[in-house]
């Protein structure tokens, strides 16, 4: 079943709210530049991209695509660097692909950036959505992590599977599987330990983690997707850069994406791992997960 199969009615300014701070720093920059479009225009562009988190590489990609485009005023330049932007995202699907028996997400990310919050939204609009989820507390070395996915369980309604303190992690994956199983649960969405990108001797657990999922599955395919903080902008980028070289990641969600996130750095974080954000959270309530529009986001991000 795929992330998007539920279609929430949102206000038409919705992208436009929870790309706020972004938003704000590019309608009012790119009014300030004046034309003619001259070689001054293109190099204030590029600056002014910087500035909005995209980071000094991607900048200078969009703002060399927009000139090359040659757009004669200030809203067909608007238009040319939204062009540009969506031809750099992510081409790969955006669905969850949820298909095996039972369907499996491996939820990554680093402690503090929302990955237990967004495995309770998960689980519950997965459960909205007709599946019977079942959610795996595999952070075995924080009590307390697991004290809270049982909550965020309970919250959602659904079945829950915990793991003891200090319990192997792959371990706990494996007989989870096998519990939904049993119980006819027909998805898994586990809550791995919470590690720094920095810890390559941790990420290599995780990979584990994976290698025994894949064991339980039988080969079947399975969803590894990494929770980003939208607040950190492109520090993201540098975490997800570590996650995907430890464990080859499927796709992202971005968690905290509200009017503080830094909405710019998802445009160079898709572009470089290729990699696509498929849900994003963008609330506290536990309805505010929602599948990521990248064309309905860029446009909020540069038109006004």
Request: net charge neutral.
């Amino acid at each position: 079943m795929g992330s998007s199969s539920s279609k929430e009615p949102r206000p038409k300014d919705f992208w436009s709210r929870v790309s706020g701070r972004t938003r704000s720093l590019l309608s009012a920059g790119l009014r300030s530049l004046s034309p003619p479009l001259s070689a001054g225009y293109y190099e204030e562009l590029e600056e002014l991209l910087i500035s909005a988190d995209l980071g000094p590489a991607m900048a200078a990609k969009l703002a060399a695509d927009v000139r090359s485009r040659s757009p004669r005023t200030r809203d067909e330049a608007v238009e040319a660097l939204v062009a540009a932007a969506l031809a750099v995202m992510s081409k790969r699907s955006r669905e969850l692909e949820l298909s095996g028996d039972p369907g499996c997400v491996l939820m990554y990310g680093v402690n503090g950036a929302g990955k237990t919050t967004t495995i309770g939204k998960l689980a519950h609009r997965l459960r909205s959505q007709g599946r019977t989820p079942l959610i795996v507390a595999a952070d075995t070395y924080r009590a307390a992590g697991i004290e809270q996915m049982v909550a965020w369980a309970e919250r959602a309604g659904v079945a829950h599977f915990d793991g003891s303190s200090g319990a192997d992690p792959a371990s706990v994956v494996f007989d989870g599987v096998q519990a939904a199983r049993r119980r006819g649960c027909d998805v898994v969405v586990v809550d791995t330990a919470g590690r720094l990108q920095t810890q390559r001797n941790l990420l290599e657990e995780l990979a584990k983690v994976g290698r025994i999922t894949a064991r339980a599955l039988d080969g079947a395919h399975y969803e590894s997707i990494l929770v980003l903080d939208a607040v950190l902008g492109l520090t993201s980028l540098v975490q997800a850069r570590a996650f995907n070289q430890a464990i080859p990641m499927t796709g992202l969600v971005l968690a905290k994406l509200d009017s503080s996130a830094k909405g710019g750095a998802v445009i160079a974080i898709e572009s470089e791992l290729d990699m696509p954000v498929k849900l994003a959270g963008v609330g506290e309530g536990i309805d505010d997960l929602i599948p990521f529009e990248p064309a309905s986001f860029i446009r909020a991000l540069f038109q006004e």
